[in-house]
Every structure is written in C-alpha cells, then in structure tokens.
C-alpha cells in the first residue's frame, strides 16, 4: 500500500510570503530517525532554499502542514497534522499482517486470515518472536 502525502509550510522571509511544497512517498521515510529534518530538508531543496540561509532556519522553525495523503497514513491525519508514531506502529503492523497472510496461505491454504484471529495473535507472536 502506497502512503503518499502532501507537506507544505508557509512562512514570512524578509517581507515575503512563501509556502514551499512537496509530495513525499513515506513508504521511503518510514525507516528514517530524523524524519522531521529529512523532510524540511527535501521541503527547501525542492523549493530552491539553501540549507545554509537564514530563510533555511525559518523555515525549520515553521509549522508544517500534511495534506493530500493517500492509503493508511490518510488515517493519521487530523486538521493537517501528523500521527507519525501512530503511522509507523499501524505501518509496522500492516507489513506483518501482511508477511503472515502470505505464510497462511502457502502452509495452510487460508485466504482470509481475518477469520481467523487465534491464528493471527500466533503467527504474529512468531514472526516478532524470529526478529
């Protein structure tokens, strides 16, 4: 499932509006630790801010703003904020979910594994017990 999101801030700089925007695949953040920094970095690189200006620390000291988002991080999203640890937790989920279906369907030829939620509670216990 595809997670993709609109970021965007707006700031004031030297008398000037600017509300610089990027479109974020979080599929490809959702390993980083410095989420937040990784992303106002894109977020000025993007909009052609130089990481080394004082337009740059405006910018990290702004509000940022998620819209847009599209598959399970549209949960997550409440008047253009971010759940980013409620994300990665049912992110985090839904991969494993997602690993042990696969295995109930090759050793045990089930096809809904939400049927079976015994079988869930085991299978996930293994799979975070094998990590």
Not at 16 to 36: A, G
Not at 76 to 104: C, K, M, P, R, V
């Amino acid at each position: 499932m595809a997670n993709h999101i609109r970021i965007s801030a707006e700031f004031s700089y030297q008398g000037q509006i600017y509300q610089p925007e990027i479109k974020v695949d979080l599929d490809n953040f959702i390993k980083t630790e410095n989420f937040s920094d990784l992303v106002i970095m894109r977020l000025a690189k993007e909009n052609c801010i130089d990481t080394y200006s004082y337009q740059y620390e405006v910018l990290q000291q702004s509000l940022l703003k998620f819209d847009q988002a599209e598959g399970l991080i549209k949960q997550y999203i409440n008047n253009g904020t971010l759940d980013y640890i409620g994300f990665i937790q049912a992110h985090q989920e839904h991969a494993i979910f997602q690993d042990i279906s696969l295995i109930a369907k090759e050793h045990l030829d089930i096809d809904d594994l939400n049927q079976h939620p015994q079988l869930i509670k085991a299978l996930t216990a293994s799979y975070l017990l094998a990590k």
